[in-house]
């Protein structure tokens, strides 16, 4: 019993290791149709990582081993935090040992050790890049915090399972509040992994980037390791979304094979709905001013804050 | 019971959009988008008073909801665009100062209106007596867009809002007023909408401009 928790667990990180790329894939296809350009294959992020790590890795000559260890760290972070999200079974053994806020903490770590590291070299993109990287990041905190407490106030658990677990073994509530933490969380997911509104994936010349302008020094297996956590990042961002509002199809208990499967068809579609609509919105809106960001991250706070709120004074009356 | 139960769910998440409308309309910079919210929240309005006429079996509240319908998301928007587009004003955007500062603001009118509101829904008997503070809520708000704003436009469509908050909190309260005075409410709606188009263009053959601080000073130097 124990044994195939275990097992499980390991079958969803290596999961999502594995599908992580495809996601990216799949959403820079959709964006690709959107615009009404011919689109790359969806296997375009792998063959960018095969060709990454066939590649010599150059580091500067004033390089500290900070910033040779700053992938690694990054990577592990990512693929860590993709052991706590349930994204096809939840019964996860290792995340009984963090729960949502050390979730928050460990892509936090992420982002300090990323930023450090393109501070590390001394160039004059990499120390920009960090400092507003720094910035969105301090002000998406609180709202990803705010989101993840309506989720907590409305099933009594800070554990993402059992979240899950409570939301979707009573598919009849609809809170308003979750609403408004859906709308916020969206946002966040937004500026969290330089996505349109705030940042563009796609720009390598340009004054407005900041991811890109963290990692413009490294190349090689340590550009790849980055890219593939980036990745990862927004595969982990969108399975704590479909966790948090749309767990439907999940096996809760399951260690049954055939109910497994049936959760893992479930989440391919899910991803694949919302890598469109992502990519949608991508396409709908123009990219922010990065004086704006600030403007944009307070609305997901608020919106998060809102939602406690309507929760606390319209949920409180119906229960009494 | 559960019908019931199930309206009062679906009420509650209309009166959520209803205040998600009413934050957008604070925040946003474009005439015409105002206006497409307002037109939203007619809408919203339209839905929730058929519910409830729905499940307290009420045929007044069908011939309100219907006149929402007519006038809030059909009439008023098209006249509110027809001036919009004869004032050549499309694209004139307003110029918020720290949209943040006002977004905080609104979130404490909202803390501030459930507080208010937890007294009386206590009291109130209707099926919708969760959401006299979110109308509540309403209300502050589309004061605060009329505050915050300096166009013309702008300030009337707060105005309107206002007037759907009033609309809405009627409706959670008491089921909604007496007829009467719902159609006297909708057609001093429609004349205050015509009387400020012509106020409109007589500021702007004034002053050049919709901007209203220009009505500030009191004399001309």
């Known amino acids: 019993m124990k044994g195939i928790a275990f097992v499980w667990q390991l079958v969803e990180v290596a999961l999502a290791i594995a599908l992580a790329p495809l996601l990216t894939g799949w959403i820079a296809q959709c964006r690709s149709w959107l615009q009404n350009r011919s689109a790359p294959p969806l296997t375009q992020p792998y063959r960018m990582l095969r060709k990454l790590f066939h590649k010599e890795a150059v580091v500067a000559d004033h390089a500290s081993p900070l910033f040779r260890a700053a992938p690694y760290v990054l990577f592990g972070a990512m693929v860590l935090a993709a052991a706590i999200v349930p994204t096809i079974v939840t019964d996860l053994p290792f995340a009984r040992a963090a729960d949502a806020i050390a979730l928050i903490g460990l892509f936090a770590t992420a982002r300090v050790c990323q930023a450090l590291a393109a501070m590390d070299i001394g160039t004059a993109f990499g120390s920009m890049g960090a400092r507003r990287e720094m910035m969105i990041g301090f002000l998406a905190e609180p709202a990803i915090l705010m989101v993840f407490f309506n989720a907590f106030l409305l099933f009594g658990t800070t554990a993402l399972p059992g979240v899950v677990d409570h939301y979707a073994s009573h598919p009849s509530v609809i809170d308003p509040s979750v609403i408004f933490a859906a709308i916020g969380f969206v946002m966040v997911l937004l500026a969290e992994n330089a996505r349109i509104p705030i940042d563009n994936p796609a720009t390598h010349l340009e004054l407005t980037m900041i991811h890109e302008a963290m990692v413009l020094e490294y190349s090689g297996r340590h550009l790849a390791l980055i890219e593939w956590a980036s990745s990862l990042k927004l595969f982990n961002y969108t399975c704590i979304g479909i966790a948090l509002f749309l767990p439907w199809g999940i096996a809760i208990h399951g260690t049954s094979f055939g109910y497994v499967l049936f959760a893992l068809a479930a989440l391919i579609a899910k991803l694949a709905v919302c890598g469109a609509a992502l990519a949608l919105i991508e396409s709908l809106s123009a990219k922010l001013r990065l004086f704006r960001a600030p403007e944009f991250l307070a609305l997901a706070f608020l919106f998060a804050v809102l939602g406690l709120l309507v929760h606390l004074l319209m949920g409180a009356n119906t229960s009494a | ?221």
């Open chain 2, 1 to 221: 019971m559960l019908k019931s139960h199930f309206v009062i769910e679906l009420l509650k998440l209309l009166a959520a959009g209803m205040l998600l409308i009413s934050f957008a309309m604070l925040s946003t910079r474009r005439i015409q988008r105002l206006i497409t919210l307002y037109m939203w929240q007619g809408a919203i309005l339209f839905l929730s008073t058929a519910l409830v006429a729905y499940d307290a079996g009420l045929t007044e509240l069908y011939f309100s909801a219907a006149l929402t319908l007519l006038l809030k998301v059909i009439a008023l928007p098209f006249i509110l665009n027809w001036l919009v587009r004869r004032l050549g004003a499309q694209r004139e955007n307003e110029r918020l100062a720290h949209i943040p500062a006002t977004m905080l603001a609104g979130l404490l009118l909202v803390i501030l209106a459930f507080g208010l509101a937890q007294p009386i829904s206590v009291l109130a008997a209707t099926i919708m007596r969760h959401t006299i503070g979110i109308a509540l809520a309403v209300i502050l708000l589309s004061f605060l867009t009329m505050i915050m704003r300096r166009k013309a436009i702008a300030q009337v469509i707060g105005f309107l809002a206002m007037e759907n908050g009033l609309f809405f909190a009627a409706a959670s309260a008491t089921y909604g007023m007496p007829m009467v005075i719902e159609l006297g409410i909708a057609l001093d709606l429609l004349v205050a909408v015509f009387i400020l188009g012509i106020f409109f263009f007589q500021i702007r053959e004034q002053f050049d401009s919709l901007d209203l601080h220009h009505l500030e000073s009191l004399k001309e130097e």
